[in-house]
C-alpha cells in the first residue's frame, strides 16, 4: 500500500531556532516527491521537489534532503519566523497523476 | 501567468441537499485537473482526476461526482449530502502528471 508518514505531527519552536521535519514514504512507483507549506485555511503550496538522483535541494532557508535507498525526506528550516507557523505536507508522485500525501506536521513559532 | 479559482469559498448545507463546487484555471491549456477533500487532521484524499475535457477519474467510491464540462473548468457535484461530505475541498491542476500541483483557495463545506 502506497503511504506517507511524516514526523513530528506538530512541533513548537522559538523564532530564529531551526527545525526538522521528517517524511518515510513507501511509494512505487517513485517519481518525485515535493514538500508543501499550507497555512490554515488555504491551499498548499510548493517548496522544493527532488526526483530521485536529487539528494538535497534548497529554498531560501528551506534544505530539503532525500534519501532514496532508505525512503526517507526531511525538510529544514533554518532561522525560523513567525511566518513559517503552517502545516508542512510531504508529497510523493507515482508519475500517473497518483499523488500520496502525508498528514503533515503542523509548525508553531513562537515570538 | 497561471490563477486557480474556487468557489464558494465557505458553505453550510443541510443532509440531504445538493451541491456544486466550482473550479476554473486561466493562462494554461488543457490542464490536468484534480479534486481532493481534506479532513482535519488528515492528509489531502484525492476524489477525481481528469486529463480533459469529460475525462474523469474516480479515486474512491463515494457520494459525490465531477465534470469537466470545458478544458479548464472543473465542478464537484452531489445529490444528497451526507455528514461525512464535511470537509476543505481543494482543486488543483498540474501541467503533465508527475508535475507540480498547484492549488486553489479550498471551500470550507459543512454538512448539517
Known amino acids: 500500500k502506497n503511504q506517507v508518514e511524516q514526523s513530528p505531527q506538530s512541533l513548537i519552536i522559538l523564532e530564529g531556532k531551526n527545525c526538522t521535519l521528517q517524511?518515510?514514504?513507501?511509494?512505487?512507483?517513485?517519481?518525485?516527491l515535493r514538500w508543501y507549506k499550507q497555512d490554515t485555511g488555504r491551499g498548499p503550496v510548493s517548496l522544493t521537489i527532488?526526483?530521485?538522483?536529487?539528494n538535497t535541494k534548497s529554498n531560501g532557508r528551506y534544505t530539503a534532503t532525500l534519501d532514496a535507498d532508505t525512503k526517507q525526506s526531511s525538510l529544514h528550516i533554518t532561522a525560523s519566523q513567525l511566518s513559517d507557523s503552517a502545516s508542512y505536507i510531504c508529497?510523493?508522485?507515482?508519475?500517473?497523476?497518483?499523488?500520496?500525501f502525508g498528514t503533515g506536521t503542523r509548525l508553531k513559532v513562537l515570538a | 501567468s497561471q490563477t486557480i479559482h474556487q468557489w464558494p469559498a465557505t458553505l453550510v448545507q443541510p443532509v440531504g441537499s445538493p451541491l456544486s463546487l466550482e473550479c476554473t484555471v486561466e493562462g494554461t491549456s488543457n490542464p490536468n485537473l484534480y479534486w481532493y477533500r481534506q479532513a482535519a487532521g488528515r492528509g489531502l484524499q484525492l476524489l477525481f482526476y481528469?486529463?480533459?475535457?469529460?475525462?474523469i477519474s474516480s479515486e474512491v467510491p463515494q457520494n459525490l461526482s465531477a465534470s469537466r464540462p470545458q478544458d479548464r473548468q472543473f465542478i464537484l457535484s452531489s445529490k444528497k449530502l451526507l455528514l461525512s461530505d464535511s470537509g476543505f475541498y481543494l482543486c488543483a491542476w498540474s501541467a503533465s502528471g508527475s508535475g507540480e500541483q498547484f492549488f486553489g483557495p479550498g471551500t470550507r463545506l459543512t454538512v448539517l
Open positions: 527532488m526526483t530521485f538522483s536529487e
Open positions: 481528469s486529463v480533459g475535457i469529460g475525462q
Open positions: 508529497v510523493v508522485s507515482t508519475g500517473t497523476y497518483k499523488y500520496i
Open positions: 517524511c518515510n514514504y513507501t511509494v512505487s512507483p517513485f517519481s518525485n
